[in-house]
């Protein structure tokens, strides 16, 4: 499924991957929630394994694709781009030995960048140059017509167009590369209101 959305794409697919917290998921399902954290390894690196090779080889604790043929290929026979996500430390490890950017969840400028400090201390531990690996956030943004008086009270990326460019610009030196966003409105016509606001203004 993913080397199809990539060629259907012309290669702009970017794969996200978590491995998940509520167990009750996993029980619906039958899978094994108590193992998740190594399935998911064992599943991006058959990913990264498949790119360029159409028989790829891998034998794992749980993937064995012994005899397997990977059709179509990745466009280009490319590695996409594997964004890890979650807030805990073991994301930001596994960022770090699979990924190509980490993403974090609802987090101040403050908190990510203590994310941040801390993927690059990892960084050093595995070797790797942290420059390799993106920092992105997913967050809501909510635009109002008049500023937010709520002082240091108020949720970043709420407010005018004003106090958003501001907080943005606070997430830039945080080290915020990509920003993933949902609007947040009353109603269909004001998330539509906010939409076109914020493209006019920032994209």
């Keep these: 499924m993913i080397s199809t959305l990539d060629v259907l794409s012309d290669g702009r697919l970017i794969i996200g991957v978590g491995t998940g917290w509520m167990q009750e998921e996993f029980d619906s399902m039958g899978a094994d929630y108590s193992n998740r954290g190594t399935i998911t390894d064992e599943h991006i690196q058959l990913i990264a394994k498949s790119a360029g090779d159409p028989v790829p080889s ?3 604790q749980f993937i064995n694709t012994a ?32 990924g190509n950017a980490w993403h974090g969840i609802g987090l101040t400028p403050a908190q990510l960048k203590h994310s941040r400090d801390r993927i690059n ?9 942290s420059s390799e690996i993106g920092i992105t956030l997913r967050s809501t943004v909510k635009i109002t017509n008049k500023p937010s008086t709520q002082g240091v009270n108020r949720p970043y990326l709420t407010g005018d167009l004003d106090q958003v ?27 539509i209101s906010s939409i076109t606001k914020f493209a006019d203004r920032f994209i």
């Design 58 to 60: 891998y034998h794992g």
């Design 67 to 98: 005899g397997m043929r990977i059709y179509p290929q990745n466009y280009q026979s490319r590695s996409v781009p594997i964004w890890v996500g979650g807030n805990s430390e073991k994301s930001f490890v596994r960022t770090v030995k699979f």
């Design 121 to 129: 201390q990892i960084c050093e531990t595995f070797q790797r140059d």
């Design 165 to 191: 460019a501001g907080d943005l610009q606070q997430y830039e030196r945080a080290g915020l590369d990509y920003l993933v966003i949902s609007m947040s409105g009353a109603s269909t016509n004001e998330v």
